[in-house]
Each structure stands twice: as structure tokens, then as C-alpha cells.
């Protein structure tokens, strides 16, 4: 299994990324996919998760902010987050069981 995660980098304060989960070993679409962070100084926390069935649960702190999606097709899963808060600035990873991406980066300014 290998989760690839992408799309992370530097942005201003209420500025959006898109970040890429693209999984080879699995179906993205019969399991449940999470996102997690790790902040600096912080423990790793989880972000959003979406099941087999298609439900999404998101961490307290999203707030509405962030979106987990999925491709099928692209055997891809998708975290969208919008108005970013510097206190997002973490490596997010992509996970799957006990499997984790290699993260990417995520810097949010003021």
C-alpha cells in the first residue's frame, strides 16, 4: 500500500489549498480514509475521515473550513480547506489502517 500525498505549500491567512491523497494497494472507495496533522510542537490529530459509505466527520477545530472528498476513478482522496487560519500550518497525512503517507507541508502566514 502506498498513500501519496500532495498539494501542500505556503499561503496567506484566508487563502485555500487543495491537498491529494492518491492510494495504490487499496480502493479508496471501500475503505475509510483519514486525514491527519501534526502542527509544530503538537501532536499528530486527526482532520476529517470519510467512510466506504460516503459519510464525513471532521475535527472540531474545522469549523465548516475544510472538505474531504474522494475520486473513484482517480483512486484519490481530497481534503479542500478554505479560509485558512495560520494555527493549520502542520504535515498533513494521508491515512488508511496502519498505513500513512509521507505528508505534505502546509504553511499558513498572518
Known amino acids: 500500500v502506498q498513500l501519496q500525498a500532495s498539494g501542500g505549500g505556503l499561503v496567506q491567512a484566508g487563502g485555500s489549498l487543495r491537498l491529494s491523497c492518491s492510494a495504490t494497494?487499496?480502493?479508496?472507495?471501500?475503505?475509510?480514509m483519514y486525514w491527519y496533522r501534526q502542527g509544530p510542537g503538537k501532536q499528530r490529530e486527526m482532520v476529517a475521515v470519510?467512510?466506504?459509505?460516503?459519510?464525513?466527520n471532521y475535527g472540531d477545530f474545522v469549523k465548516g473550513r475544510f472538505t474531504i472528498s474522494r475520486d473513484n476513478a482517480k483512486n484519490t482522496v481530497y481534503l479542500q480547506m478554505n479560509s485558512l487560519k495560520p494555527e493549520d500550518t502542520g504535515i498533513y497525512y494521508c491515512n488508511w489502517r496502519s498505513h500513512w503517507g509521507q505528508g505534505t507541508l502546509v504553511t499558513v502566514s498572518s
Open positions: 470519510i467512510t466506504n459509505g460516503g459519510s464525513t
Open positions: 494497494g487499496i480502493t479508496v472507495r471501500v475503505n475509510v
